[in-house]
């Protein structure tokens, strides 16, 4: 008997259309587990509205999406899924808490009552910290805290419910390139060491490649869905964005090509 593999997330020929302006046609893509997939794409290219089909957040005009296997409509087990949106646009950055507390919240919000931090929680919450480093950061106030470490402290907030998909819309708008670097490299070992499915949002298609290993690059329908390896294999990428550009976005090759 065949064994079905599980997916994450099935898109089936999804479109979306705004009244009559149209964002989405036709998509369809799998994200199977331990994935690490860039969703990549210009500014307008519908990016932000294919992460809000995945919520439910807009209604479909054609296609369907399934979560887990199941149709989306369906799906009640959302702390699967932890979100991460664009910097600190979830949290007053004023908020009055220290760091622990800000990643404890993330434990609270998904218990049913009583609402209370168990030992437990505790110990798991200090797995987390160490595992992100951010152990000196722990009785910190949150609003005291540089952008790279609210996103890493956001990032334990998300993982607090041991989710097996990770979403990131833009992680690293408000980074400067080193903790960029630092936290793309993160999401790369929570991926392979957790087996952590990810998605991550970005209109920087020249930088991820060195992170994600398969890139699905939409503008309004999809461009490209694949590895990166193999992408800089393909004739109608070359003919589409250019031998140079290519070799940027695949990170396989120096952008000479010759390695
Ligand atoms: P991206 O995230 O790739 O920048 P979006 O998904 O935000 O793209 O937008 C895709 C297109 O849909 C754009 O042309 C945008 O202007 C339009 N759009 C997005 N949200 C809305 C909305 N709520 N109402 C009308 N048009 C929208």
Not at 105 to 110: A, I, T
Request: with cysteine.
């Amino acid at each position: 008997m065949a064994i079905k593999k599980m997916s994450i997330i099935k898109i089936n020929n999804v479109s979306v259309s705004y009244n009559s302006h149209e964002a989405l046609r036709d998509v369809s893509c799998v994200v199977e587990p331990a994935d690490f997939i860039a969703l990549v794409g210009p500014n307008g290219a519908g990016k932000t509205t294919l992460v809000k089909s995945i919520f439910g957040l807009v209604p479909l005009k054609t296609g369907s999406i399934e979560l887990f296997d199941t149709p989306a409509r369906k799906f009640t087990q959302w702390c699967k899924v932890g979100y991460l949106p664009q910097q600190s646009s979830t949290i007053n950055p004023l908020f009055p808490a220290t760091t622990e507390e800000v990643i404890e919240l993330g434990l609270l919000s998904q218990k049913r009552n009583p609402k209370s931090i168990t030992a437990k929680d505790k110990k798991h919450v200090a797995e987390i910290i160490e595992k992100l480093k951010i152990t000196d950061l722990k009785k910190r106030m949150f609003s005291e805290l540089s952008g790279g470490q609210q996103q890493k402290v956001l990032l334990a907030r998300c993982l607090v419910s041991k989710p097996q998909l990770l979403i990131f819309d833009e992680p690293s708008t408000a980074l400067d390139p080193d903790s960029r670097e630092s936290f793309f490299e993160l999401i790369k070992q929570l991926n392979k060491q957790d087996g952590i499915a990810v998605l991550l949002v970005t209109h920087d298609a020249g930088f991820v490649g060195k992170f994600a290993q398969k890139l699905l690059y939409i503008d309004k329908k999809i461009v490209y869905f694949g590895k990166f390896s193999e992408f800089c294999k393909s004739d109608d990428m070359r003919a589409f964005f250019g031998e140079h550009y290519q070799h940027i976005v695949c990170h396989q090759h120096d952008i000479t090509g010759n390695n």
